[in-house]
């Protein structure tokens, strides 16, 4: 197995506005449907709110000096919707663009490369109560953003992704009720929100190709749903590719429902059997939208699930050995995730693929010697990340990894009782304490992936 990653392999980390920003009515921002969802009683962990999170709004600076001390080739950010247009639609707000202004300034000035992220959750609250993402106005509402944005941050910003996750702002949104705009809605209602988010991708895509001043490599981050298979043989390995790809169950938790008509163009042709009557009318101009060419696949990978060919040949999931690893968000580790989602989508899709989240949830908090220690995260990300590389030297295209996240952080529906970051963050002081997992991560960046092979993490 090869040593290092390509020469120009992008190693980066990521955040999201509401997690981190706070400043909830700062500036002219407007309110969203996640400042809705967190005053609603029983909603979010404790009560917990995205009012201060980790005050990045006013700690930029300080947390883009973070980054460059531990060596970050790039930052995935995303921008807040309603900071920008407090409506959603109609007027910019300029103290919330030049917030975002700086920020950009900021990480090109440390060597830290932005890719920017226009939606990760935050939708106006002006717009949801004219409709959401329900409307077929929809679409149009984030053009126009999109083009504010791009008008302002487009001669410096390249790397763009339109939509991150829709699995869940429309699955656990919209469907299940857990994350906002908390709705459970049946599923006409639901197919016609992804619907319209998928036509919002392409002329978001439409877009940035019209409004950035420096030429943009656009992509999208949803999630990847990974199976991958549980042996050798090659029974398995052709349930496992047929699993990952399947929407035969009614549920959002699959790829292909929101990635083909992405990539290739079209709706799978068992999503339409599965749902029938339920899917929404659509058009071939829609379709032809919603597949504008992009430049690369970003995938949020975590978790995956063991598949091998059942006796009716059809794919069947492997129960895993009691005892299986989890993080402390109950997700198994499966670090060959991280091997067979790249595979499989490459092999489908071909398109370079990177990595825009990774990592895991750890029961971290500061010891008494002042550090925070946190060996999981290590190990995990170890594990993962020699999987990726087992990817790259099998032939696939993979172009970066970015993990999640820089920064603990405000974790959606579990608040703050979660912490994902390689830098803890104490919320009452707003102190940031870099763990043990970002000084190693520091070391595999600057190496280029041969820390990856030492017995013991030299940065301990």
């Known amino acids: 197995m090869a040593s290092t990653f390509p020469a ?22 407007g309110l969203s449907v996640w400042d809705a969802l967190c005053r609603k009683s029983g909603a979010v962990y404790e009560g917990h709110t995205g009012d201060v999170a980790c005050d990045h709004y006013h700690r930029w600076r300080d947390d883009v000096a973070l980054m460059r001390s531990l060596g970050l080739k790039a930052y995935r950010l995303s921008i807040s919707w309603p900071r920008v247009m407090p409506q959603g639609a109609g007027d910019a707000n300029e103290k919330g663009l030049a917030f975002y202004d700086k920020l950009i300034d900021e990480l090109l000035g440390a060597g830290v490369t932005p890719y920017v992220t226009l939606f990760h959750w935050d939708y106006p609250l002006a717009l949801y109560n004219r409709g959401g ?12 953003y999109a083009r504010v944005v791009a008008q302002r941050l487009g001669d410096r910003v390249k790397h763009w992704m339109t939509l991150n996750e829709p699995q869940c702002f429309i699955g656990l949104g919209h469907r299940q009720g857990t994350h906002a705009p908390g709705l459970k809605l049946d599923w006409p209602d639901v197919l016609r929100g992804a619907h319209h988010s998928l036509v919002a991708h392409g002329l978001a895509v439409q877009t940035l190709r019209e409004s950035c001043k420096v030429k943009p490599s656009i992509g999208w981050a ?14 398995d390995l052709d349930a496992a590719r047929t699993a990952t790809w399947s929407a035969e169950e009614k549920s959002l938790w699959n790829n292909s429902f929101f990635s083909d008509p992405v990539c290739l ?18 058009t071939a101009a829609e379709m032809k939208t919603i597949a504008q060419p992009i430049d690369f696949f970003g995938v949020n990978i975590y978790q995956g699930d063991p598949v091998r060919a059942g006796s009716s040949g059809k794919p069947q999931r492997v129960p895993r050995a009691p005892g299986h690893p989890l993080t402390s968000f109950g997700w198994p580790v499966e670090e060959r ?56 030297d099998a032939g696939v295209d993979v172009r970066g990894y970015f993990h999640w996240s820089i920064l603990d952080n405000f974790e959606w529906a579990e608040g703050y009782s979660k912490r994902f970051g390689l830098v803890y963050v104490d919320y009452t002081t707003q102190q940031r304490i870099p763990k043990d997992s970002a000084q190693w991560y520091a070391q595999v960046i600057k190496t280029n992936g ?11």
């Open 222 to 235: 949803p999630v990847g749903v990974v199976k991958y298979p549980a042996s050798d043989d090659p029974k």
């Open 133 to 144: 993402w329900l409307s077929s106005d929809s679409p149009r509402w984030f053009a126009d």
């Open 265 to 282: 163009g079209h709706y799978p042709e068992d999503a339409l059997r599965t749902w029938g009557n339920d899917m929404p009318k659509f």
């Open 8 to 29: 120009n392999f992008v190693w980066g980390a990521a955040a999201a506005s509401f997690q981190i920003e706070g400043a909830a009515d700062v500036d002219g921002k």
């Open 337 to 392: 995730a991280l091997y067979w989602g790249p595979k499989f989508i490459a092999e489908r899709y071909r398109l370079p693929v990177v990595i825009t989240e990774n990592g895991m949830a750890n029961n971290d908090w500061v010891s008494a010697d002042g550090k925070v220690h946190d060996p999981q995260r290590i190990d995990f990300t170890r594990r993962y990340l020699r999987q990726l590389r087992r990817a790259i």
């Open 450 to 460: 041969q820390e990856l092979d030492a017995s013991t993490p030299s940065s301990l």
